[in-house]
């Protein structure tokens, strides 16, 4: 059967999309070489030159198509799969869960997306430690921000980001009551981290340990009763 897919947002008439929180250090930076230049400091300019494309790469926010068969759950964040099991427990949602882990290194796309179509049920920010983001001690210890979704067939899923060693900066633009679509652009978590997802125990997993996923293109797993019912 043939994949659908669909724009969750339209796509931005620019070759080189960047992330808005990315221009105030693109800028800086750039500003910083135009002033070593002017100054004939070549060394110093060259630097900020690397160091503006870096800023500009690590910033980059491609636009995505996204997978549409019913009760598809989508990557929210590109990287690599570290954990791909069941939980007993969790503090996210009730009972054993699906827990799906994701790890962003600095060469990653880091602008997260909804993993699933539905509505903003809640969120949640709690500080913490910045511990290595690859360790699974950090899901429970680091600073990090929880969103839980309520889907259309009231199934609940939650998405945490997490931050790391080296990030610093966690943004989220849900809010509690917004109506979202699978795959829309909804944060990003600054210079390398990770993001956990909880699902319901009766998903069907798409992924395993050691799979590369792409945020709002990569399937991490389906709810067959929507599968059945699309």
């Not at 050691?210 to 389906?222: I, K, Y």
Request: aromatic share 8%.
């Amino acid at each position: 059967m043939q994949e659908d897919y669909s724009w969750a947002e339209p796509p931005r008439r620019t070759a080189f999309p960047v992330a808005q929180a990315g221009y105030p250090l693109i800028a800086a930076a750039a500003f910083a070489t135009l002033v070593f230049a002017l100054l004939q400091l070549t060394l110093p300019a060259l630097l900020g030159l690397l160091a503006s494309l870096a800023i500009a790469g690590f910033f980059r926010d491609p636009d995505r198509i996204v997978p549409q068969r019913p009760g598809q759950i989508v990557s929210p964040a590109d990287g690599r799969v570290i954990v791909a099991d069941v939980v007993a427990s969790c503090p996210f949602l009730e009972g054993p869960a699906y827990k799906i882990s994701i790890f962003m290194s600095v060469f990653d796309v880091h602008v997260n997306r909804v993993p699933h179509e539905g509505r903003v049920a809640g969120t949640r920010y709690r500080p913490g430690r910045f511990i290595p983001a690859d360790r699974g001690e950090a899901s429970r210890r680091n600073e990090h921000n929880a969103v839980w979704i309520e889907t259309p067939a009231g199934e609940r899923i939650c998405f945490v980001q997490v931050a790391g060693l080296i990030a610093r900066r966690i943004l989220c633009t849900l809010q509690e009551g917004e109506a979202v679509k699978r795959g829309q652009r909804c944060g990003m978590i600054c210079f390398g981290s990770r993001l956990d997802v909880y699902l319901p125990r009766s998903v069907r997993p798409a992924v395993a340990v050691g799979d590369r996923v792409q945020a709002g293109t990569s399937v991490l797993a389906t709810f067959p009763q929507e599968a059945a019912h699309g």
